[in-house]
């Protein structure tokens, strides 16, 4: 068995972290907090290729740092003993961090990153290991970190990785955890003066409440404004305008009052009085400060659309755009998030069709998932509204990631232009929340719990993410953010979700350049495109209150009543978009059905026949004789197991039987009866250019694929 999966960390941890085992060593890359490489740390397996004796060596560039610095972005971290037990850890959603060389050595200048966090430190459960830990909870103690915590593991486990080798379970460690026994400075006075590295650097304490006075006072008479988000979050902004925004707890913080203190009082601001100042700081702006929503690279403040260049913003109205220097405090930023580059006026937005893989039609027009694309990218400066999850799926080689990387350049650059697969609510609340638009690549199956979460995301509800150790708060979240999703196959499985989706289907490409050309050429032409979207938003919003709302037809009303003003826009027809969006619709709709068992079954059950009533007993007996004849896997997990459930399978798509003509009621009289009646007698649907489609197509469309989902059908 390899070093790595005898530790029990999975491929996609190793391709997450980028660690590479060969036959003689195992490769941990060490990145700073933006993600950029420092060194390598290699940890050596065979007996010969030790350096010097030594089981661990590093590449060039190395100095003492921390192993998955981003995980400080949490408000709980475990701090373990070497990069296995980080990345076991991060494995099952718990932020972990190392060091660089061990147990035996904590670096006093990481100690100023944990402040404002619970620090459990779980070091290896032997003598070097618990004198690691007291050593590292003093260092942190004494650096102000107020809460830190010592984490006994089973006395069979020798670290994090061994635990769960073992046997155990993540709950099991959320409980050590919680049960965690918390570190106090008193217990350390008798090792106070024996190590030069656990030196209270914290001078006298009358001198310490003076600094920390003359601080806060320099802060207010700065200019600077303390105000706090709708998050209950404190924040300054040094300016007193949008241009810098830090959130007081960060590290932009702390090194801009280290820098007005050395400026103006000419003093080096050592850890106590910086964090006396900045506790006292967090209060005023949560107490007196005003609340000032801040929002994610766009944002809505009256008739106004501003757009966050990263320092500069622009601000949009029907009357034109311009590049404003200093906003008003609209924004967070984070450090992933790219500087936009300011575009150039006077280019048609039809231009990004040249670097997409979406074909035109047979006669040179823009094919209806070339406009939906146009629209939805424009839409996409709009806030607060739902935004369509856009959904790509084919083959490889189709430039599905290329087309979502594309777009996520163009209204969200980032470092991290797309995402993987989320493994609990509380990794894809973090991430969601730090993006304007998060694209999740080469997904191949959504959990149910991802779904949901999707859903509120796009329509606007509230997401919580658990504190450990805070009386069982929850954080809340509630915004509207844009999501994509790619993948080879179609991975959404909930009707709920197709509902608030855009759906395109890619087909390979037949004639590649290379990565470099690719993006050399979509940069040179970003500025003009960029432009484009500008130009196209205010069109769209000198016209959009002249363009009448949609009565109910569409799901996603925002998009439906928005996208003919965009289109008309662009120069194309109102209608245009709403038979593309309508043909998209029917595809969601078939989508649905295709990936429900019990919907395929109700089709085929009213397929000869125009009523049916009966128990949900009586229903399911029926069903499971369908399934049978068309070869549904009945222990599909949306297969109804009694008949308790019947009725909730049939509710999940009761909009998409309506789509085909197919309703479905509890009696009036007798609530234990399911009615199920046709409702349509012209027996017709949409097609791509707004013409009839007959539902038997529709229906034969469906039988047709439901084989390749459910198990069964023909070869």
């Given at each position: 068995m390899s070093y790595l999966s005898n530790h029990g960390i999975s491929k996609d941890q190793q391709q997450k972290f980028g660690i590479i085992e060969d036959t003689d060593k195992v490769t941990f890359p060490y990145k700073d907090k933006e993600g950029n490489f420092l060194f390598n740390k290699y940890r050596h397996l065979d007996q010969r290729s030790l350096e010097n004796g030594k089981k661990f060596s590093f590449s060039s560039g190395y100095k003492p740092v921390l192993f998955n610095i981003q995980a400080l972005d949490q408000d709980y971290v475990v701090y373990a003993e070497g990069e296995p037990d980080v990345v076991r850890s991060d494995q099952e959603?718990?932020?972990?961090?190392?060091?660089?060389?061990?147990?035996?050595?904590?670096?006093?200048?990481?100690?100023?990153?944990?402040?404002?966090?619970?620090?459990?430190?779980?070091?290896?459960?032997?003598?070097?290991?618990?004198?690691?830990?007291?050593?590292?909870?003093?260092?942190?103690?004494?650096?102000?970190?107020?809460?830190?915590?010592?984490?006994?593991?089973?006395?069979?486990?020798?670290?994090?990785?061994?635990?769960?080798?073992?046997?155990?379970?993540?709950?099991?460690?959320?409980?050590?955890?919680?049960?965690?026994?918390?570190?106090k400075l008193e217990d350390f006075k008798d090792t106070q003066n024996q190590d030069d590295s656990l030196e209270d650097e914290s001078g006298d304490k009358e001198e310490n409440e003076s600094i920390t006075k003359q601080v806060i006072k320099l802060v207010l008479e700065s200019g600077a404004k303390l105000f706090h988000d709708q998050f209950n979050d404190s924040y300054l902004a040094p300016t007193g305008n949008g241009q810098l925004v830090f959130r007081l707890k960060s590290k932009q913080a702390k090194s801009w009052l280290s820098y007005l203190t050395w400026k103006y009082i000419g003093l080096s601001l050592s850890s106590h009085p910086l964090n006396s100042t900045i506790l006292t700081l967090e209060a005023m702006a949560c107490y007196e400060g005003p609340q000032i929503s801040l929002a994610i690279r766009v944002a809505k403040e009256g008739e106004i659309i501003w757009y966050d260049l990263g320092g500069k913003t622009i601000k949009i109205t029907s009357e034109g755009w311009d590049i404003v220097e200093e906003s008003p405090i609209l924004f967070r930023r984070f450090p992933h998030q790219k500087y936009q580059i300011e575009p150039k006026s006077g280019n048609k937005l039809d231009e990004l069709l040249d670097f997409i893989n979406l074909e035109r039609q047979a006669d040179g027009r823009l094919s209806d998932e070339q406009l939906l694309t146009l629209c939805w990218l424009v839409f996409g400066l709009v806030p607060g509204l739902p935004h369509p999850a856009?959904?790509?799926?084919?083959?490889?080689?189709?430039?599905?990631?290329?087309?979502?990387?594309?777009?996520?350049?163009?209204?969200?650059?980032?470092s991290i232009e797309v995402n993987g697969s989320q493994k609990n609510i509380t990794e894809f609340v973090q991430t969601v929340s730090h993006h304007w638009f998060l694209v999740l690549d080469n997904m191949t199956y959504l959990p149910e719990w991802l779904s949901d979460a999707m859903c509120r995301v796009i329509s606007g509800g509230g997401l919580s993410k658990r504190e450990l150790h805070s009386d069982d708060d929850d954080i809340l979240y509630n915004f509207r953010h844009i999501v994509g999703i790619n993948g080879i196959n179609l991975m959404i499985e909930k009707a709920d979700l197709y509902e608030r989706s855009l759906i395109f289907v890619l087909k390979r490409i037949k004639k590649f350049k290379t990565e470099k050309l690719f993006w050399a050429q979509f940069e040179e032409r970003k500025p003009y495109i960029?432009?484009?979207?500008?130009?196209?938003?205010?069109?769209?919003?000198?016209?959009?209150?002249?363009?009448?709302?949609?009565?109910?037809?569409?799901?996603?009303?925002?998009?439906?009543?928005?996208?003919?003003?965009?289109?008309?826009?662009?120069?194309?027809?109102?209608?245009?978009?709403?038979?593309?969006?309508?043909?998209?619709?029917?595809?969601?709709?078939?989508?649905?059905?295709?990936?429900?068992?019990?919907?395929?079954?109700?089709?085929?059950?009213?397929?000869?026949?125009?009523?049916?009533?009966?128990?949900?007993?009586?229903?399911?007996?029926?069903?499971?004789?369908?399934?049978?004849?068309?070869?549904?896997?009945?222990?599909?997990?949306?297969?109804?197991?009694?008949?308790?459930?019947?009725?909730?399978?049939?509710?999940?798509?009761?909009?998409?039987?309506?789509?085909?003509?197919?309703?479905?009621?509890?009696?009036?009289?007798?609530?234990r009866l399911i009615i199920l009646e046709k409702t349509l007698t012209n027996d017709v649907g949409n097609d791509n250019d707004g013409g009839q489609i007959p539902n038997n197509q529709v229906q034969s469309d469906i039988k047709d694929n439901k084989g390749d989902i459910f198990g069964g059908g023909v070869d």
């Open positions: 959603g718990i932020p972990t961090v190392s060091g660089s060389t061990g147990a035996a050595t904590f670096n006093k200048d990481w100690v100023p990153d944990f402040i404002g966090k619970r620090v459990y430190i779980c070091l290896d459960n032997d003598d070097t290991g618990r004198e690691g830990a007291r050593k590292v909870a003093e260092l942190l103690l004494r650096g102000s970190v107020e809460e830190v915590y010592q984490l006994t593991l089973p006395e069979d486990c020798k670290d994090i990785c061994e635990f769960y080798s073992k046997g155990h379970t993540k709950e099991e460690f959320l409980n050590l955890l919680e049960n965690a026994q918390r570190a856009l959904v790509l799926y084919g083959s490889q080689g189709s430039k599905k990631t290329t087309l979502h990387k594309i777009l996520k350049e163009l209204l969200d650059p980032s960029l432009g484009a979207l500008f130009d196209t938003l205010v069109k769209t919003l000198q016209i959009i209150s002249t363009t009448p709302e949609p009565e109910g037809e569409f799901r996603m009303a925002d998009f439906a009543h928005w996208g003919p003003t965009i289109a008309q826009a662009l120069g194309y027809e109102a209608n245009d978009f709403l038979k593309a969006y309508k043909a998209n619709i029917y595809k969601q709709n078939k989508e649905a059905l295709e990936a429900s068992p019990v919907g395929l079954a109700v089709i085929d059950l009213m397929s000869d026949q125009d009523r049916w009533s009966g128990t949900p007993t009586e229903l399911l007996s029926e069903l499971d004789k369908i399934a049978l004849k068309l070869r549904i896997d009945q222990d599909h997990k949306s297969w109804p197991k009694d008949a308790r459930w019947v009725w909730r399978r049939i509710s999940e798509v009761l909009p998409n039987l309506e789509e085909e003509g197919i309703k479905a009621s509890k009696g009036k009289d007798d609530a």
